[in-house]
């Protein structure tokens, strides 16, 4: 066996492990302490903070009698509540009929109904808290695109991108105006793909026509995790001059050609950084999410095309960023819940749901591919474990908040013997879902 052969993939490995476990700590880390500090602030006490389960590494308590540790597995969390039997928060009777009803005002099943609501609730508070303020950060580092389109650096190419300057704000293409990017993307579905095209531009304070490329090549923006194109080794800047031996001049074309292929490997001829390097893909069908809340089927090799060249921008203020952070995260529910619902419905593939292993490679590829690229997949995931504890199983907190939504409702909660069919049934079917993800993880690609 070649030992030597076998370390770069153990580094990928690695790599991939680490990365996954730092985006699920931090993600744990802040549900979890979105529990523990919304109890506290409503009197419930915490005896116990772990990130993470088994034995114990390190551990030190405060001076409020709450002791904080890290546990040997980091794949999960917990906050022990005065009073629980277990880290699920289950009902310790043997532990509250010795407490006063005093110590007992602090224990989670002794509070008040709003107070045990309020924390459960938390967590995923928090995690939706999380992903909208990293999605505002991220805003605020790249920016907004400056209007009308201004060019900020021009992309290399491998044919010659015309009079175009760094600084130029662009005022019309080929003689139709682009006052704002819709206008500008608008203009160039009605352009002619062959170059030059006269672009009109303001530099230096006056307006000249200077020849420039078709605005949307063949240019690989981005990679996706988990894709075709990640698979065969093509990079961000990578240029596609040709399909099955066919000419490529528009990323439209690209397009059209992995959706001709209907599944069928392809092989593409990349320009990059001035080498000419031949690949094979197989394109994969895609369930998209549409603005409307379905789904557009499609064969895909996950690259995302931009512009020939780098638009200049400028810092968003802090309310149009969060704005930005709150319709992301949003878009992210809403697009959950509408593929849960395609595909109980089978309008979708149940492939799309995807299990530890498809999330550590996509952690994995996400770091990759920079710190922006991996803090913007923490907040996805952090809106992904939100939504998914908001579900209304037992051992999950949407379960909890059922619980909880029923006693408001009676005036009493469920009894015992209840709870402990229910939390067995939906441990059950947690277990039973998170069997199907590993399955698709394993078989679906």
Same mark, same amino acid.
């Given at each position: 066996?070649d030992?030597?052969?076998?370390?770069?993939?153990?580094?990928?490995?690695?790599?991939?492990?680490?990365?996954?476990?730092?985006? @699920?700590?931090?993600?744990?880390?802040?549900?979890?302490?979105?529990?523990?500090?919304?109890?506290?602030?409503?009197?419930?006490?915490?005896?116990?903070?772990?990130?993470g389960?088994?034995?114990?590494?390190?551990?030190?308590?405060?001076?409020?009698?709450?002791?904080?540790?890290?546990?040997?597995?980091?794949?999960g969390?917990?906050?022990?509540?005065?009073?629980?039997?277990?880290?699920?928060?289950?009902?310790?009777?043997?532990?509250?009929?010795?407490?006063?009803?005093?110590?007992?005002?602090?224990?989670?099943?002794?509070?008040p109904?709003?107070?045990?609501?309020?924390?459960?609730?938390?967590?995923?508070?928090?995690?939706?808290?999380?992903?909208?303020?990293?999605?505002?950060?991220?805003?605020?580092?790249?920016?907004?695109?400056?209007?009308?389109?201004?060019?900020?650096?021009?992309? %290399?190419?491998?044919a010659?991108?015309?009079?175009? +300057?760094?600084?130029?704000?662009?005022?019309?293409?080929?003689?139709?105006?682009?006052?704002?990017?819709?206008?500008?993307?608008?203009?160039i579905?009605?352009?002619?793909?062959?170059?030059?095209?006269?672009?009109?531009?303001?530099?230096?304070?006056?307006?000249?026509?200077?020849?420039?490329?078709y605005?949307?090549?063949?240019?690989?923006?981005?990679?996706?995790?988990?894709?075709?194109?990640?698979?065969?080794?093509?990079?961000?800047?990578?240029?596609?001059?040709?399909?099955?031996?066919?000419?490529?001049?528009?990323?439209?074309?690209?397009?059209?050609?992995?959706?001709?292929s209907?599944? +069928?490997?392809?092989?593409?001829?990349?320009?990059?950084?001035?080498?000419?390097?031949?690949?094979?893909?197989?394109?994969?069908?895609?369930?998209?999410?549409?603005?409307?809340?379905?789904?557009?089927?499609?064969? @895909?090799?996950?690259?995302?095309?931009?512009?020939?060249?780098?638009?200049?921008?400028?810092? %968003?203020?802090?309310v149009?960023?969060? +704005?930005?952070?709150?319709? +992301?995260?949003?878009?992210?529910?809403?697009?959950?819940?509408?593929?849960v619902?395609?595909?109980?419905?089978?309008?979708?593939?149940?492939?799309?749901?995807?299990?530890?292993?498809?999330?550590?490679?996509?952690?994995?590829?996400?770091?990759?591919?920079?710190?922006l690229?991996?803090?913007?997949?923490?907040?996805? @995931?952090?809106?992904a474990?939100?939504?998914?504890? @908001?579900?209304?199983? %037992?051992?999950?907190?949407g379960?909890?908040?059922?619980?909880?939504?029923?006693?408001?409702?009676?005036?009493?909660?469920?009894?015992?013997?209840?709870?402990?069919?229910?939390?067995?049934?939906?441990?059950?079917?947690?277990?039973?879902?998170?069997?199907?993800?590993l399955?698709?993880?394993?078989?679906?690609?």
């Amino acid at each position: 066996m070649d030992i030597a052969g076998l370390i770069p993939s153990f580094g990928s490995l690695f790599y991939t492990i680490l990365a996954f476990v730092v985006a @699920l700590s931090v993600i744990v880390a802040i549900h979890e302490f979105g529990h523990y500090i919304v109890g506290r602030w409503s009197g419930i006490h915490a005896e116990v903070f772990s990130l993470g389960f088994g034995p114990v590494l390190f551990a030190r308590e405060d001076r409020r009698g709450t002791v904080w540790q890290v546990a040997a597995l980091p794949f999960g969390g917990y906050v022990k509540f005065l009073g629980d039997a277990s880290p699920a928060s289950d009902k310790a009777s043997e532990i509250m009929d010795t407490l006063d009803e005093e110590t007992r005002r602090h224990t989670m099943h002794g509070a008040p109904l709003w107070a045990r609501a309020a924390t459960v609730a938390a967590g995923p508070v928090f995690n939706f808290i999380l992903a909208i303020l990293v999605f505002a950060g991220v805003s605020l580092i790249r920016g907004e695109a400056i209007e009308p389109p201004t060019v900020a650096q021009i992309n %290399p190419l491998p044919a010659a991108t015309g009079a175009l +300057q760094p600084g130029d704000t662009i005022l019309a293409i080929d003689g139709r105006p682009t006052p704002d990017y819709a206008a500008f993307y608008d203009t160039i579905e009605a352009l002619s793909v062959t170059a030059p095209l006269p672009y009109r531009v303001r530099r230096d304070g006056a307006e000249q026509v200077v020849p420039g490329p078709y605005p949307f090549p063949p240019l690989v923006a981005a990679v996706q995790p988990d894709s075709a194109a990640i698979e065969a080794g093509l990079r961000r800047g990578d240029v596609v001059l040709s399909v099955e031996g066919r000419p490529i001049a528009a990323f439209s074309q690209l397009q059209e050609a992995i959706t001709g292929s209907d599944g +069928q490997p392809v092989d593409m001829t990349v320009w990059r950084a001035g080498k000419v390097l031949e690949f094979t893909l197989t394109p994969r069908r895609r369930d998209l999410p549409l603005p409307d809340g379905g789904f557009d089927t499609r064969w @895909l090799i996950g690259a995302t095309g931009g512009l020939f060249f780098e638009p200049a921008t400028t810092t %968003p203020g802090p309310v149009t960023a969060l +704005q930005n952070g709150v319709d +992301q995260t949003w878009f992210i529910m809403k697009s959950s819940l509408s593929g849960v619902y395609h595909m109980v419905t089978g309008a979708i593939s149940a492939c799309n749901l995807r299990g530890p292993i498809g999330i550590a490679e996509t952690s994995g590829v996400a770091a990759r591919q920079g710190w922006l690229s991996f803090i913007g997949f923490i907040a996805v @995931l952090s809106t992904a474990v939100g939504l998914l504890n @908001l579900f209304p199983i %037992p051992v999950l907190d949407g379960g909890h908040l059922m619980f909880h939504a029923y006693e408001a409702a009676t005036g009493r909660p469920p009894n015992d013997l209840a709870l402990r069919i229910l939390t067995g049934i939906g441990l059950g079917l947690l277990v039973a879902l998170m069997g199907f993800a590993l399955t698709n993880d394993l078989f679906c690609r």
